[in-house]
């Protein structure tokens, strides 16, 4: 393994374990968002398409792929849930508006909350996404937009 790989590995356990433990918060109620207050982003890339589950009024992340993958954002620090012209969505600092059907790309790393929740984060019935593990996309940067047809 090769330094800058294992430099790779180590940080992105530490910011695993770093927002496993703190600087994870739940916010709004409709659409619920959860934030993080990390400045250690992972290079994992996620494209695809924002979604709102009604039923939990969580946000989630449908892959471009098309294989019906969807995974929780973890936002970074300052992004705001909002509701707009019907949509829900958030803002994110220094990119703006995301809503529902929006594509965009972000650089950041997964984990899994099902079995390893955030210490002290109650995570709201329902946000995670279906499946095993409860996916979610740790978000460090937002890195293009491309705003829905129907905005």
Do not use: Y
């Amino acid at each position: 393994m090769d330094v800058p790989h294992l430099l790779r590995v180590v940080l992105s356990i530490f910011f695993i374990t770093g927002c496993a433990s703190t600087g994870v918060r739940v916010e709004g109620d409709d659409p619920v968002i959860f934030v993080h207050g990390s400045s250690v982003s992972m290079k994992a890339e996620f494209s695809g398409v924002l979604t709102f589950d009604a039923k939990s009024r969580c946000l989630r992340l449908s892959s471009a792929s098309g294989t019906g993958t969807e995974t929780m954002p973890v936002w970074p620090d300052g992004t705001t849930p909002i509701r707009a012209k019907g949509k829900r969505g958030v803002t994110v600092p220094g990119v703006g508006v995301i809503v529902e059907g929006d594509r965009f790309r972000a650089g950041g790393g997964g984990s899994t909350w099902r079995a390893n929740p955030p210490q002290g984060v109650i995570v709201p019935k329902d946000c995670l996404p279906p499946g095993a593990e409860g996916t979610v996309f740790i978000i460090g940067e937002v890195d293009d937009v491309q705003p829905s047809a129907t905005k």
